[in-house]
């Protein structure tokens, strides 16, 4: 076949893969097979059994916000009156003293995340209360990260100044895009004016480490209106971007039934957005850091992923190299070297958990040799773009031969430009780089067997 030909296959192929849906691989297998009923003192045991010298990571949930994005995918409520998040900071600060009585020690913290939601609609007392009770019960490490997430619209500078006073390192902005038509479209006001000067306060009250979030595919957009936004981005200077396309999953965030569907970009657009607000990035002078990441070649993000230590969680890629990550708040997921648990998604049933003493359980899995094997491949394929399936298997004691059964599909891959093989060495081409999910996918054998519907590669 002449190459010509087989280069507009193998192209054809590539936007073919880009519709395809899958998962965002935050973790393996991924949190729609965690079992239901997951028994707690499953969980004790596996807070119990950690070992009192290695670091953790913290995560809190803050499920509140302000205002409603229709775009909005995330676990969150409207918070009309404060009582119920009072009650809320209540709970959660019980639920940090019960999991902490459960570890074998006061153990050291490396990462403290504040999530959401938006974690800056509490009052700044509030936030106050919870890092006390972190640091209380847990020994936060003098040069931890602690990080959060703001709301630019609606960052008090009373909640930016308590934040630089708590030594809070690194805030993210969500931005998502500038376009006035784009911002009516997805019910999300916010000139790049404001965004400025909340960049501008955040700094000067001490956080030097700041990120904003982008989104392509959302209604309305154009690639001139997104590469004019990465442009406003960039003269800010945040340290790391991420640029997600927006997941239209109207079945599970029934707030994007407000979305006008006639108004998203097409396949071929939103791939076309996110190329070119790529490249704009690149040129600007962020490194790409696997399928959605940017940064500046000094963030630690960034040297990270050049000596081969970028990881993946479930705030995305991070260089947080500690294997147990300890979730608060509803819906949190904890990752511990045995398994997952996943904290109830009902405030009321999270709530009543917590003060009758008990975890708020909701979901687990507990993983195999083989989910290990799998989730440290599938991990590489999106953090590295490379794995040696040999090197991987002699790692989890497997048979040399485990990987053999999916060489077809290795193949296919290959003859479609995603992926170069060397029998066990596989290396991702710059277009299997940005579809990394569908590669790594091949190595999920959970896949098959759900229900769960994913939000689509590009
Ligand atoms: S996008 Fe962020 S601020 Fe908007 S509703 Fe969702 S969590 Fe809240």
Known sequence: MRLEAQ??????????????????????????????????????????????????SLYAHIPFCQQMCWYCGCNMKLAARYAPVTSYVDSLLAEINLVAAALPARMRAAHLHFGGGTPTALKPDDLSRLVGRFRERFNLAADAELAIETDPRTITDAMIAR????????????????????????????????????????????????????????????????????????????????????????????????????????????AAQARSAAAALVARGYRQIGIDHFAVPTDSLALAAEAGRLHRNF????DDDAETLLGFGVTAIGRMPFGYVQNEAETGRWSRAIHAGHLPVAKGHALSLDDRLRGHVIERIMCDGAIDLDEAGRIFGSDAQWWRTEIPALDSLQHDGLLRRTDARIILTPEGVTLARIVASTFDTYLTRGQARHSIVL
């Open 7 to 56: 280069t507009t296959q193998g192209a054809a192929a590539r936007a073919r893969y880009a519709r395809q849906a899958a998962p965002r691989y935050t973790s393996y297998p991924t949190a729609p097979h965690f079992a239901k009923h997951f028994p707690e003192t499953v969980s004790r045991d596996w807070l119990a059994g950690l070992d009192p010298a290695t670091p953790l």
């Open 163 to 270: 934040i630089g006073a708590l030594g809070f390192t690194r805030a993210s902005l969500g931005v998502q895009e500038f376009d006035p038509r784009v911002q009516a479209a997805i019910n999300r006001i916010q000139p790049a004016a404001l965004v400025e000067s909340v960049t501008e306060k955040l700094r000067a009250a001490g956080i030097a480490r700041l990120n904003f979030d982008l989104i392509y595919g959302l209604p309305q957009q154009t690639v001139s209106a997104l590469c004019k936004t990465v442009a406003e981005c960039t003269a800010m200077k945040p340290d790391r971007i991420a640029l997600f396309g927006y997941a239209h999953v109207p079945w599970m965030a029934k707030n994007q039934r407000m979305i006008d569907e006639d108004a998203l970009p097409g396949p071929q657009d939103r």
């Open 315 to 318: 705030q995305g890629y991070t």
